[in-house]
T-cell receptor, first 116, second 110 residues
Framework: DAGVIQSPRHEVTEMGQEVTLRCKPI?????LFWYRQTMMRGLELLIY????????DSGMPEDRFSAKMPNASFSTLKIQPSEPRDSAVYFC??????????????FGPGTRLTVL | QKEVEQNSGPLSVPEGAIASLNCTYS??????FFWYRQYSGKSPELIMS????GDKEDGRFTAQLNKASQYVSLLIRDSQPSDSATYLC??????????FGTGTRLQVFP
């Protein structure tokens, strides 16, 4: 069974450009999470979806960030325009519900974003 | 105060010793607690979960939870160089999402 798939694995772009990160969750999982990881701030939750519906986007840093989940097998995180401080590793994770609480979150390999 | 706090380390232990990793959390309503391991350049992977006060053992790993003290720990017995990684503590704040600590870097030297 394939795990969480993310693309691209590495992205280098210039300030002001649009960046789109993609994620395919594990089949059958009904939760999808987007995280950002930096040395200074650690692993931060940006937004999460349940059954393709955004539930909590309070971690999205500003309006330049947006996320969509058009169907159960695909999600995107978009940054427009990008800035150097957006440089980080972006992880997507998925999980399923068990006993009323989310089960183990399975992380994708991450996208390392560098904004010059 | 951060919601989940960990000492950043590095924690250095010799091979074969017990490594003790600690985590405190601020929300008394938290119900679920997790330890993730993250190797350098890789993604986090779950190694232990604990939901009730006391100890939970899985192989060389033991998770300990004390809700009264808002404290969760991870013990690694017979530490191996392959255990060298960053260990992330995560707490379920509501039923849907996790809050992660910034992690403790563990170094096990031969």
């Amino acid at each position: 069974d394939a795990g969480v798939i993310q693309s691209p694995r590495h992205e280098v772009t210039e300030m002001g450009q649009e960046v789109t990160l993609r994620c395919k969750p594990i089949s059958g999982h009904d939760y999808l999470f987007w995280y950002r990881q930096t040395m200074m701030r650690g692993l931060e939750l940006l937004i999460y979806f349940n059954n393709n519906v955004p539930i909590d986007d309070s971690g999205m840093p500003e309006d330049r960030f947006s996320a969509k989940m058009p169907n159960a097998s695909f999600s995107t995180l978009k940054i427009q325009p990008s800035e150097p401080r957006d440089s980080a590793v972006y992880f997507c994770a998925s999980s399923t519900t068990s006993g009323g609480a989310t089960d183990t979150q399975y992380f994708g390999p991450g996208t390392r974003l560098t904004v010059l | 105060q951060k919601e989940v706090e960990q000492n950043s380390g590095p924690l250095s232990v010799p091979e074969g010793a017990i490594a003790s990793l600690n985590c405190t959390y601020s929300d008394r309503g938290s119900q679920s607690f997790f330890w993730y391991r993250q190797y350098s350049g890789k993604s986090p992977e779950l190694i232990m979960s604990i939901y009730s006060n006391g100890d939970k053992e899985d192989g060389r790993f033991t998770a300990q939870l004390n809700k009264a003290s808002q404290y969760v720990s991870l013990l690694i017995r017979d530490s191996q160089p392959s255990d060298s990684a960053t260990y992330l503590c995560a707490v379920n704040i509501n039923t849907d999402k996790l809050i992660f600590g910034t992690g403790t870097r563990l170094q096990v030297f031969p």
